[in-house]
């Protein structure tokens, strides 16, 4: 992700071909790791060697662990760097893709965009805003971990059963670039907000159901991760025990349908994650983990 320090952030047009990732659409720069590559960063600097040879960056840094869909299904973790940048990018010899163009946050939504692109730009440009900068010069918050501590992603997810006991799953559109055709909590990222009003305002965004904070409860906590080189998890489960509206599809492009179903007889195609966390949730178990003997 590369940006001017300024709010610009450079995107690339890709090619309008079959069998390529996110065809025509502007994306980041970047590529796959190959064999010969040491480390993700390593992959990061051949990969822009090979598109773009004379753009030189400043400041390299990893910046976020993001889920995409690679060309034959998978799900694939992918670790976005941040990079600065301040050329012209008409004098850029452009090897692969169509061109190069600077962008600000407020015209995103004009563009087609590879899945998730949007989004991860504007939690960059809020991290670098004035507003959000640390007073008297100190640094940002990712930067005062001490020493070898892991930073997660945490995700809320709201755990909304009916009358009969039956439980509100989503089911993800099949274009998700996570979890496609599967049927999943109704969930977000905490932002720079605490965990139950981040879950109070997925619920009304995503499905136009109204909790009161009061009415939340803390139900399961799971701790996953993925894969080797993706940013570990923690997900915490809420029980709301009480709400007004009805589920409603607010958000098409992420959930395409809302449905109730028996905790114990859920469907095959669930989150894994999320079974495990109602599982847990119906032995009474408040913790659980998930990925960790395959690190």
Same mark, same amino acid.
């Given at each position: 992700m590369i940006h001017d320090g300024h709010g610009r952030y450079l995107l690339h047009l890709r090619d309008q071909r079959e069998g390529i990732w996110s065809p025509g659409v502007f994306a980041l720069l970047g590529g796959g790791r190959t064999l010969d590559d040491p480390c993700l960063e390593a992959t990061l600097r051949r990969e822009l060697a090979e598109e773009v040879p004379s753009l030189e960056l400043t400041g390299l840094t990893p910046y976020a662990v993001e889920e995409a869909t690679s060309v034959d299904g998978l799900a694939v973790p992918v670790q976005v760097y941040s990079g600065r940048w301040q050329g012209d990018p008409d004098t850029i010899d452009l090897q692969e893709g169509v061109l190069l163009r600077w962008f600000t946050v407020d015209v995103?939504?004009?563009?087609? &965009?590879? %899945?998730?692109?949007?989004?991860?730009? *504007?939690?960059h440009a809020a991290d670098h805003s004035p507003a959000s900068s640390p007073p008297h010069?100190?640094?940002?918050?990712?930067?005062?971990?001490p020493e070898g501590t892991e930073l997660h992603i945490v995700g809320v997810h709201l755990y909304l059963q009916d009358e009969h006991g039956r439980t509100l799953l989503g089911l993800r559109h099949p274009d998700s670039a996570y979890a496609g055709n599967q049927w999943h909590f109704l969930a977000g990222h905490c932002e720079r907000e605490e965990a139950i009003s981040c879950l109070v305002r997925e619920a009304q965004e995503e499905a136009g159901l109204i909790i009161e904070r009061g009415n939340v409860e803390l139900v399961h906590l799971i701790h996953l991760v993925d894969s080797p080189s993706a940013r570990p998890r923690i997900g915490l489960v809420f029980r709301a025990r009480s709400w007004s509206g009805?589920?409603?599809? &607010?958000? %098409?492009?992420?959930?395409?349908?809302? *449905?109730?179903?028996?905790?114990?007889?859920l469907p095959a195609e669930v989150v894994p994650y999320t079974r495990q966390a109602i599982e847990g949730i119906v032995a009474g178990r408040l913790y659980s983990q998930m990925g960790w003997d395959r690190r």
């Open positions: 995103l939504d004009r563009l087609g &965009l590879s %899945p998730g692109l949007g989004d991860l730009i *504007r939690r010069g100190r640094r940002l918050l990712r930067h005062e971990a009805t589920p409603s599809i &607010l958000e %098409p492009d992420r959930c395409v349908e809302w *449905r109730w179903w028996n905790p114990k007889d």
